[in-house]
Nanobody, 122 residues
Framework: QVQLVESGGGLVQAGASLMLSCETS????????WAWFRQAPGKEREFVAA????????NYADFAKGRFLISRDNVRKTAYLQMFSLQTDDTAVYYC???????????????WGQGTQVTVSS
């Protein structure tokens, strides 16, 4: 059974940083690409960032460029999202996701976590 479990969310003030983690089981971690999505209240889920299985290619949504950093640890089977200079607009539930196709993972990935809440106060 494939499981993706996010952690690291919480309540922070604007300007703060957070690092989200996504621990996985039931999947051959290093064969898969990994991504983060988010869903703000009343809005559709949106792509945040993706990293390929070789860690040689990444892609970011425009709002994430320069502020967010996606990474992965193939030994720990964990994906990460470091977020800097958080803004109130970053308030959302953040989800990690996985797929074997690097294009698909940025739109409709196969596997999803349950999400972790990030709340940024002004």
């Amino acid at each position: 059974q494939v499981q993706l479990v996010e952690s690291g969310g919480g309540l922070v003030q604007a300007g703060a940083s957070l690092m989200l983690s996504c621990e996985t089981s039931g999947i051959t971690f290093h064969y898969y690409h990994w991504a983060w999505f988010r869903q703000a209240p009343g809005k559709e889920r949106e792509f945040v960032a993706a990293i390929d299985w070789k860690r040689s290619e990444t892609n970011y949504a425009d709002f994430a460029k320069g502020r967010f950093l996606i990474s992965r640890d193939n030994v720990r089977k964990t994906a990460y999202l470091q977020m800097f200079s958080l803004q109130t607009d970053d308030t959302a539930v953040y989800y990690c996701a996985s797929d074997k196709d690097f294009n698909t993972i940025q739109t409709t990935p196969t596997y999803w976590g349950q999400g972790t809440q990030v709340t940024v106060s002004s």
